[in-house]
Nanobody
Framework: QVQLAESGGGLVQAGGSLRLSCAAS????????MGWFRQAPGKEREFVVA????????LYEDSVKGRFTISRDNAKNTIYLQMDRLKTEDTAVYYC????????????????????WGQGTQVTVSS
C-alpha cells in the first residue's frame, strides 16, 4: 500500500501560480501511474492530469492544457503539479492519486480507476 500526501496549496490571485507536491511513502512511486484530480464545492471530483510510470506519457484535461504541467521525480518518490495562469474556476481541493495498472489510458480516467488517494490540498484563486 502507498500513502500519499499533498502540499503546496494556498490562496493566490487570478493569473498567479502555485506548485503542488505529492509525496509518497510505503511503496516505490515508479510502480504507479499518478494523477491529479480536483473537487470544487458542490461538484463531483474531476480528472485534471495524469502521468505514466516513467513520465513519458501525460494526459491533460482540456481546461488546464497549456497552463498546468505535471512532472514526477521517482528518485524522490514525488510528483508535482505546476499551475500557471490560474483562474477562479480552478478553485478546488486538489488530490493526487495512484493507479496500479500496467497500461496507459486511452481516455481520461475517472476517480474509480485509482487505488490510492491523498487527503487533498486546498487551492483558492481570487479574482
Amino acid at each position: 500500500q502507498v500513502q500519499l500526501a499533498e502540499s503546496g496549496g494556498g490562496l493566490v490571485q487570478a493569473g498567479g501560480s502555485l506548485r503542488l507536491s505529492c509525496a509518497a511513502s510505503g511503496r516505490t512511486l515508479s510502480n504507479y501511474i499518478m494523477g491529479w484530480f480536483r473537487q470544487a464545492p458542490g461538484k463531483e471530483r474531476e480528472f485534471v492530469v495524469a502521468i505514466s510510470r516513467g513520465g513519458r506519457n501525460t494526459l491533460y484535461e482540456d481546461s488546464v492544457k497549456g497552463r498546468f504541467t505535471i512532472s514526477r521525480d521517482n528518485a524522490k518518490n514525488t510528483i508535482y503539479l505546476q499551475m500557471d495562469r490560474l483562474k477562479t474556476e480552478d478553485t478546488a481541493v486538489y488530490y493526487c492519486a495512484a493507479d496500479r495498472r500496467q497500461s496507459w489510458y486511452k481516455s481520461s480516467p475517472g476517480p474509480s480507476v485509482y487505488d490510492y488517494w491523498g487527503q487533498g490540498t486546498q487551492v483558492t484563486v481570487s479574482s
